[in-house]
Nanobody
Framework: QVQLVESGGGLVQAGGSLRLSCSAS????????MGWFRQAPGKEREFVAA????????YYADSVKGRGTTSGDNAKNTVSLQMNSLTPENTAVYYC??????????????????WGQGTQVTVSS
């Protein structure tokens, strides 16, 4: 089992920035990649970003490219998501997820076996 805890959410004004963090515990040695997803009210959970530990490859949703950066410290079992130039459309619960199967489809929700409880991000206009 892998346990994930997100932090760093909150209220931010449009145009501002926020840094989310995710701390993993448990069988973290089995984790191959970490992902970030978000779910706005009434919408499907969507992919935001991911990082694969081997080679530190990163992947981003088109809507995030240029405004978001994910990074991680495998030794500390932490991953972060820096988001800039936020808009009210970015308001959502942001989730951290862990993949332990070396999935090639990190933009899909079903690539991840473990999920955090989420952290609320609210962007005011």
């Amino acid at each position: 089992q892998v346990q994930l805890v997100e932090s760093g959410g909150g209220l931010v004004q449009a145009g501002g920035s926020l840094r989310l963090s995710c701390s993993a515990s448990g069988r973290t040695f089995s984790t191959d990649a970490m992902g970030w997803f978000r779910q706005a009210p009434g919408k499907e959970r969507e992919f935001v970003a991911a990082i694969r530990w081997r080679g530190s490859s990163t992947y981003y949703a088109d809507s995030v490219k240029g405004r978001g950066t994910t990074s991680g410290d495998n030794a500390k079992n932490t991953v972060s998501l820096q988001m800039n130039s936020l808009t009210p459309e970015n308001t959502a619960v942001y989730y951290c997820a862990a993949d332990t199967t070396k999935s090639l489809l990190l933009k899909r929700k079903d690539a991840y076996e473990y999920w955090g409880q989420g952290t609320q991000v609210t962007v005011s206009s």
